[in-house]
């Protein structure tokens, strides 16, 4: 089968560039904005929890099963490659100390906020990883491991769209892939801008290095379909494999990274289980929205079959 995201499939391109477009200018503003840079502990951590639950929902009920599709429905070999998509995102996170988003939790100085909202941490705190080192190129670190996990959200978000068009989803083709990564993005830019300002990095150079950072999801976009025709026949088969190191990645993002946040901070359980819940309903009326368009597309394509003369 062609890849379906020629030059010539208008509407899909359409589509990831407007997802691109948002997604860049979302990151953008993240590392820019002093207001959100300067989000409250309780704020941060609602926040984050309701991303953890998206990124969680998309990998298990959107990633996943189209893995499964376009790998001819072998679920030994997709589980395969998202386990190998979760390790590799995990030793990423290892190397560089990439979602570390305790970093951005703090004023526009660079300075964690001191917690005086009654912070209970039940015990629980000396098994968190301290912050990575905070000197004045620490951000280097930072930036390079998300710049590489932005590249494969990319990649992902390229994947989502075409799968998903090819299911007949129309308009909601990627959708909750790119939900995934746009609530996601600022705060990763958060971090890298905080680590530069803690670090005495002229205002220039933050500008600089926050724009390239909002274009690497744009880039990994722009890599994945670029490669795709080299593989020729093998198409579907790389388009599984993507979504399913995607879902394994999402996966470790939000069990390894997001959702800690809703078990070690006690004094907001309610809220942020609540935040949890709501950001896995997104996922899951997405994932309904986008089966429903589907069945929508299917209905109507065999009509004008049915109402041929045999």
């Not at 589509?15 to 990151?27: E, F, K, S, T």
């Not at 959107?62 to 997709?78: C, I, K, N, S, V």
């Not at 589907?294 to 065999?302: Q, V, Y």
Request: charged share 10%; proline share 4%; aromatic share 6%.
């Amino acid at each position: 089968m062609p890849f379906l995201l020629s030059l010539a499939d208008v509407p899909a391109l359409a589509m990831l560039g407007v997802y691109l477009a948002l997604i860049a200018a979302a990151a953008f503003a993240g590392g820019s904005s002093v207001a959100f840079l300067s989000l409250t502990h309780r704020q941060m951590q609602v926040a984050l929890s309701l991303t953890g639950g998206v990124l969680l929902g998309v990998g298990l009920l959107h990633l996943l099963p189209h893995a499964w599709l376009q790998l001819d429905r072998d679920l030994e070999t997709t589980m395969g490659w998202v386990l190998l998509g979760f390790f590799l995102m995990f030793l990423l996170e290892r190397a560089f100390h990439g979602h570390a988003h305790h970093t951005a939790d703090g004023g526009p100085d660079g300075h964690a906020h001191a917690h005086h909202d009654g912070c209970d941490h039940s015990g629980h705190a000396h098994h968190r990883t301290p912050p990575g080192p905070t000197g004045r190129w620490a951000w280097c670190g930072a930036f390079a491991g998300l710049a590489l996990h932005s590249l494969a959200d990319g990649a992902a978000l390229a994947a989502s769209v075409d799968a998903d068009a090819r299911h007949g989803t129309g308009v909601l083709a990627g959708l909750a892939t790119f939900l995934a990564i746009l609530l996601h993005k600022p705060f990763d830019a958060g971090i890298i801008a905080t680590l530069m300002i803690g670090g005495r990095t002229t205002g220039r150079t933050r500008t600089i290095v926050n724009l390239c950072y909002a274009l690497m999801v744009p880039c990994g976009a722009a890599a994945f379909l670029a490669s795709l025709r080299l593989f020729g026949g093998q198409q579907d088969a790389i388009l599984g494999v993507a979504l399913a190191m995607a879902a394994g990645a999402f996966l470790c993002i939000a069990a390894a990274d997001l959702l800690p946040e809703v078990q070690f901070h006690s004094h907001d359980r309610v809220l942020l289980t609540a935040s949890l819940a709501l950001g896995l309903a997104i996922a899951w009326g997405i994932t309904v929205l986008e089966r429903s368009s589907h069945a929508h597309a299917m209905h109507g394509a065999a009509a004008p079959a049915a109402g041929r003369p045999h």
